[in-house]
T-cell receptor, first 113, second 110 residues
Framework: DGGITQSPKYLFRKEGQNVTLSCEQNLNHDAMYWYRQDPGQGLRLIYYSQIVNDFQKGDIAEGYSVSREKKESFPLTVTSAQKNPTAFYLC????????????FGPGTRLTVL | GQQVMQIPQYQHVQEGEDFTTYCNSSTTLSNIQWYKQRPGGHPVFLIQLVKSGEVKKQKRLTFQFGEAKKNSSLHITATQTTDVGTYFCAGKTSGSRLTFGEGTQLTVNP
């Protein structure tokens, strides 16, 4: 089965802790993305990567960090510097570049207590 | 930077009524994509429009791309409860990344 997996589905953390969200794809896509979605809101781009070992900031990168050491994996770390981290986080991938059709994972709902 | 505005933000309809959501860009787009997100789910790609004035249909859904390639619409005929969800447009300008609109959340009363 080809697709994007995100784990875990629900995540709870205490304030002040860093947390890493997993995203893996087996679609052989070059580009991967992280979005944040707040209740009743649209999708805001955090970071994206078009190639291994390279990534660019999106619209709301502050308080987040990413790595792209493998083509299949694009983990997102929500740091303690992120002032309001509770949200629904969606990972996506596309074949080549940022304008291609994007395929989304099931998302991780992060709650910071 | 590029902005994609989508209206309305919310729409409540009775089952069987029609529904339309509109997407407007501040700049000319090279293509526009539409996605649907069911409650509790993730966005799923529906369709892409590329040509000026293009119209595409998927069963009860009709997608249009404006002549100036700055606006688009999604029209659903005779809504069903299965149409519930949030519909997003996403526009791309030449050489740039995809920008998502804020979405239209559709509820259908049976």
């Amino acid at each position: 089965d080809g697709g994007i997996t995100q784990s875990p589905k629900y995540l709870f953390r205490k304030e002040g802790q860093n947390v890493t969200l997993s995203c893996e794809q087996n679609l052989n896509h070059d580009a991967m993305y992280w979005y944040r979605q707040d209740p009743g809101q649209g999708l805001r781009l955090i970071y994206y990567s078009q190639i291994v070992n390279d990534f660019q900031k999106g619209d709301i990168a502050e308080g987040y960090s990413v790595s792209r050491e493998k083509k299949e994996s694009f983990p997102l770390t929500v740091t303690s510097a992120q002032k309001n981290p509770t949200a629904f986080y969606l990972c996506a991938s596309s074949d080549t570049g940022p304008g291609d059709t994007q395929y989304f994972g099931p998302g991780t709902r992060l709650t910071v207590l | 930077g590029q902005q994609v505005m989508q209206i309305p933000q919310y729409q409540h309809v009775q089952e069987g009524e029609d529904f339309t959501t509109y997407c407007n860009s501040s700049t000319t787009l090279s293509n526009i994509q539409w996605y649907k997100q069911r409650p509790g789910g993730h966005p799923v790609f529906l369709i892409q429009l590329v040509k000026s004035g293009e119209v595409k249909k998927q069963k009860r859904l009709t997608f249009q791309f404006g002549e100036a390639k700055k606006n688009s619409s999604l029209h659903i005929t005779a809504t069903q409860t299965t149409d519930v969800g949030t519909y997003f447009c996403a526009g791309k300008t030449s050489g740039s990344r995809l920008t998502f609109g804020e979405g239209t959340q559709l509820t259908v009363n049976p």
